[in-house]
């Protein structure tokens, strides 16, 4: 539900938080088998624009929240709160309304919905029906037009409906088991409730109160609440009405209407926009009125109370002050109401005008009782000060902390009853006290640190709602901070952070990690030194290393960090702080005595010979090793072939042409000296004394 289309599953639970207001608009589109839940976490969710339920069923919208009687607000729109379309099985409650622009909360679909939204779909007009609808604990105040329709005003037809060029005047859907109660509608300028076309079981509409109806004068319109064409059963009960253009409640309804223990008082009375308490008397009205349309109807009217209305100003009117009652063929129960007004009575118009039903008239007789509220700082209580109950009556009280505040105790009567977001008298028969408290919001700000630092303040902190609160993250020596985690998210390796207007609660943890430093080893020619390269080290470690010359070779100089600290074999860096450098230098030893090249004595071949062997075995170093051996051909009548000329001992291609061939073996020893001698062939035609035949290593 925020910024994008969200799907719901059966049975989910949806949390709309106040931490993210303001929110802008809600559309819940869905059918479930097992109802969704949403409800409200934190103080009051804000939204802009409005909400609308379309086809949407078994969805329960609970916004009592945690901190308020209202946890859901919506303020402004068209209308804020539409549901329509096949829409059944809902539940909603515990919402604050106002500043609608064209009505408060609309609950039907009417014959142009289907036209424009649903592609003249005739399963969205009658038979179709809206049923079960709990609509309960909502406040409507400061609407523009009607403040709440349950059912269209059109039920029985009547309204153009145009589709495929094609214009016809259908039912629009009906209307079911609906239940309206603690319902409180305030300064509006039209009518506050009206239930019509619900002809399937019951309609309750109890526990209600509507106050200043009608601010626009409209003849036609600004009743308190009614039900209205083609609604069939309901019981009235409990419900305050007063200060309406129009009567406090009238009902078209039929089968059995019964109306009782009800408030009604200062009908055709009512002040305007922006002066509320202005009243004037635009036309004479009664308290009451029935209408009964349909033949069978019951209609029950018992144990109401009724003040005064302006029906009394109207020249020559037939009409009592209390109740008004038309239609044919109806069966009429009045009794033991009371009125304030003496003298006026209930009159059957167009049944039997002989026959009236009288209104006990001693207004000295009516009883009342006087609660008194009152409420502590940082939030209100409604009403308050002293209110006046009719014996018998009811009187609910609703609790308002400001914001970032919760109630902290309610007692009534001087007995503490906890903290609950509203309280109701019933059956009052005595006076009453009612006072509430209200304690700020707390939060805990927990913070933790991992090795190598500390967080300050650390553990678990409680702090008032709006608080500023910082921390301080500190490394310890020869450490850094590597991470700091806010509500599990990175904020980066900050020093400090800061809760800013606190109004939920928080984490915050830090990591640490330990410095590391680089040590770069390297020598030259003639040794090495262990270990080499760039070495990592952690702070405070301790690393040696240790420098070998070669053979022949000694400890020139060691430098660290560019300081010669002498001709050392080994070297530490002790509880290492900062990067460092070292550096091995060797040098030759002072004396080396050259090796021996010792490549044999003159070779004598017979002409034609094609090969004979070179033996540089006996070649040594005196003081070392001979490391390497190269055997070059230097000269001779033809072109010779040395096989491996790196090998001490190897053989030599020649061509057999007769001649002197010359052969340089060169060695090399472990100091790089090197010794070079000549070595020669000779071929030529064979002879009895030759000194050597072919030289061949036995």
Sequence with gaps: MIGSENLALAGDTIVLRSSLNPWSYAYISKKYTYKVVIYTEG?????TSGWKLDNTDSVKIDGSGSDSLYGINITGGGTNMTIVGKSNNLDVGFIDMRNGGVGG????????????SYGCDASYLYPMHMTH??????????VQGDAMYVGSTGSTGGRPMTCGGVTTFPKPAGMGYIDVHNVIIDSVNRTGLQVSGSDQGWNIIHDNTFSNMGYEHNQFQG???????????????NNTAHHTL??????????????????FDTAGQVGTTGQPNTYVNPQATPSM???????????????NYVGKNSSSNAPGSSHGTQLVIYGPDANITVSGNVACNTGYHATNEGINNTTTRVFSSTCGGVVSYTITSSSGSNGSISPVGSTSVTSGGAQNYIFSPNTGYHVASVVVDGVNVGTPSSYNFSNVTANHSISVTYSINTY??????GSGGSVTPTGGLVVNYGNNTTYTISPFSGYHILDVLVDGVSVGPVPSYTFSAVSANHTLSASFAINTFSIVASSSFGGGISPTGTVISGFGANQNFIITPIVNYHILSVIVDGVDVGAVPNYSFNGITSNHTIIANFQVNATNVNPVAVPGLTVHLDVGSTSTSLDGTKSYDPDGTIVAFLWTFVSGPDVATIISPSAAFTDIALSGVSGTYKVNLTVTDN?????TKMLTIIVKAATLHSSRKIGIKL
Excluded: C
């Design 133 to 142: 609808h709990t609509i309960h604990d909502i406040r409507l105040r400061n």
């Design 246 to 263: 129009l009567q406090n409640f009238y009902s078209y309804a039929s089968g059995l209407v019964h109306v009782y223990n009800n408030t």
């Design 671 to 675: 100091n790089g000296a090197t010794d």
């Design 289 to 303: 009125s029935a209408t009964a349309k349909a033949s069978g109807t019951t209609l029950v009217f018992e144990n």
């Design 444 to 449: 805990t700000l927990s913070s933790s640190a």
């Design 105 to 116: 909360f609309w609950d039907k679909t009417e014959v142009k919905d289907v036209q424009d």
């Design 43 to 47: 103080p009051q969710v804000v939204f």
């Design 223 to 237: 009743a308190g609440f009614s039900l209205g064409d083609l609604t069939v059963n309901a019981e009235v009960y």
